[in-house]
């Protein structure tokens, strides 16, 4: 879907309101009128651009005027010095923009925490000063006229009409990006990274590009709104392009509005702006600083009573409304997918798949894992069992990439024949090693359906593909009547099951399960162990570490004890319980005297 | 080579400066685990404070640590207890969001009350230097700096040798864990982050002496904090000690050579540098500290 499809009620709905952003100034024609709607099309693009890094992603930008300026600075320079139209120029603000974004966002991105907020508001003061000193170029801290070249190839206007048709072009444009990325797969990874990276590493996102690309983006876009603006008010200067003060107003509308939705930031600018503009005149009048003060004052009561914004919580019955209206709902059913798992070739069934040799991994002093191999067949369920604490979730991490071992190493073999050994969690999701979570990590903001799509967009980039994928993985996992569900709603089995969907949907050759049976009910593991059978025989091989012993016993084909970071023993089910040794690791050697004597 | 042994000590002694404000900032970091971005307009309203008492009575900057101190101490209280504490278990974006909202208010009140203008503190003594061969040293600033290095030892020993201090260690490594062992979370988190704000007031005494005051006066020292507090490692006391002094050699020696006004570019290069090179800092608490 390019286009939003406008015999649904919630986007005629949607384009109604916008194009009466355009009319009502029409139809009062007054400058102020069409002064304050230019400024709530610039505002509330500059809001929207500005929510594919900090509410999509979640990566908080406080220096995102940097990118306005930097688009306001390009385009004016190069018509004074270039004589080049800003239709032009505006294109080579957003380059310089974009190498901005990457220079910021490539060392902060690949961490967690504030780092890249604090990094975004160095970046603006820096360049401030930068502008500032290089004044034979920019003008210093005078600033900068626009030519005043008028016509529509500068941009420059008698008519306040054309301007506000020229923003409002840019506004529905910004809009249009800002929903294609939400409904894409690229928005999908962008909430999944933001909610939870482990979980979204473990379905094959590369957490790191996905948070930059979203930057790159967002600063790419700010900086075009900005050579507009500067064309717009024909003047620039540093103080007010680069400013902190700015940065922080486009974040609030976004905030008040509702962080991370596509409609939010607007509504959130049409709702503050032109308030502030017209209290403007009466609270200067109080003291300079009046209206950047009641501005921080609104952003804490708006943070701490209101977190969700206009959308967030009010969005929910305004579209439960919305949908009564007639209009054409969802479309028919996509493309039937491939089948999940089609792969098994009877001629390479038992042939190793997963292959571990001599893993070791240290935390300190202790020893987690002590020169570990195993081989994980095709088509077999491997059950790895040992006392708590064995380490038996640390080898896990190793098998999957989140932990990487000091020594020794893991291969999996390609659909081709040929080895290879991934080292990182999305490079063993995208070679067929899907795992779930002892601790389960559901994306709790989303429903059951769009988790689960989460894994399936690792094979399709169609939404439409995506979705037919978890629909058929909801079936084997037996979550159908919970699609719809959001998925921090559902109990601890179906939790459970929503971790193994999920990694199912990844189209796994090797399905790594990490305790899926821990803490369920009798009714909820008979399901489980049937789940696990009918998984297996698509043609998935399963590992699974497993404290129940006889659901353990009766699915696997071999079992693996781990102790004491050890492998201890491996072999038939029956062997391995019946082996002295293993008895001790988990009793204590006092039983098998008890039992001898 | 006189210039630059000239610079050197400059530097050292700047660097005092920026450790207070940097040991508050990575306290309540390391602590309460929230990023103050209110910080440098909590030093502001500090510097405020001080100039309004020196000005009215004509006290000593010195002598009005106590008094602001205090303020401090309660401003830095309120804001824990009204703001931050509501938001403690929401995403860490939200309460940035917060605390740049109480930036941004404190800043513009500022700008109402007082305006634009710089005002300065006058004071009899601190701005005066006395020659040590070819160097020669502001009394102000090596005040600063040997209070700078008293505060560290200070917070060290609080911190390693308190009950008090141990509670504060124990939440800073595990909220739930702490919780359990009988440390009350909210008063803890009080306490500390009115203790990080209130060594700011101790700094505004000592720094109203060499710097004037303006409602933007924070944001120029708070930028400078935040770098120096991402270079020791965020949470590090030693690293916001040993960091500071390598940025107040920075800033002394760069100020020199590429131009004063272009000397925070210097830091920022520093700033990508070391998240590129080393992000958990030169002290840095390891991952998962962040």
Known sequence: MIFPQLTHPRAYIGAAALLALLAAPLAINSPFVYHLAVQVCIFGALATAWNIVGGYAGQLSLGHAVFYAIGSYAATMLVIHFGLSPWIGMFGGAIVAVVASLVIAYPTLRLRGPFFALATIAFLEVCRLLVVHFEGLT?????????LNIGLQWMIFREKWAYLAIAFGFLVVTLWISW???????????????????AARAVGINAVKVKIAAAVISAALTSILGSFHAMYLTFIEPSAAFSLELSIQIAMFALIGGLGTVAGPLLGTILVLPAAELSRGWLSALGNGTHGFVYGVVLVLVVLFFPRGLVGHLGGRALALIDRLPGSRRRGPGPRPKQVANRVASASKGQPLLVAEGLQKRFGGLLATDNVSLTLHEGEILGVIGPNGAGKTTVFNQLSGFIAPDAGTVKVRQANGEWTSPSSPEGFAQT?????????????GLSVLENIMLGAFMRTQSAEEAESIARDVAELTDLTALLDHEARGLTVGGMKRLEVARALATGPKVLLLDEVLAGLNPTDVTRAIAMIRKIRDSGVSVLMIEHLMQATMALSDRIIVINAGRLL????????????????????????????? | MSIFLQLLVNGLLLGGAYAIISISLTLIFGVVRVVNFAHGELLMVGLYATWMITSHTGMHPYATVVPVALLLFIIGAAMQRFVIQPLLSAEPHIQIFATVGVSTALLNLALMVFGADVRSAQASFGTDAFQIGPVSIVTGQLATFLIAILVALGVYVFLQHTFTGRGFRALAQNRAAAALMGVNVNKAYILVFALGTSLLGLASGLLAVQYPVFPTVGQYFVLTAFVV???????????????????GLI???AGFYVGSDLKEVVYFVIFLVILTVRPTGLFGLGRGSE
Do not use: H, W
């Open chain 2, 251 to 253: 800033d002394s020696i």
């Open chain 1, 432 to 444: 067929g090693v899907g795992r779930t979570f002892q601790i389960v990590q559901p994306f709790s």
């Open chain 1, 569 to 597: 023993k491996q072999g038939k089910p029956a062997d391995v319980v019946n082996d002295p040794a293993v008895i001790e690791a988990y009793l204590g050697k006092g039983y098998l005297d008890a039992q001898a004597a």
């Open chain 1, 180 to 198: 294609l990325i939400r409904y894409s797969r690229f928005g999908f990874y962008l909430i999944a990274v933001r909610e939870r990276e482990d």
């Open chain 1, 139 to 147: 003008g210093g801290s005078a600033g900068l006229n626009v030519p």
């Open chain 2, 229 to 247: 507090v991402v270079l020791g490692g965020l949470g590090s006391l030693p690293g916001a000690v040993v960091g500071s002094l390598f940025i």
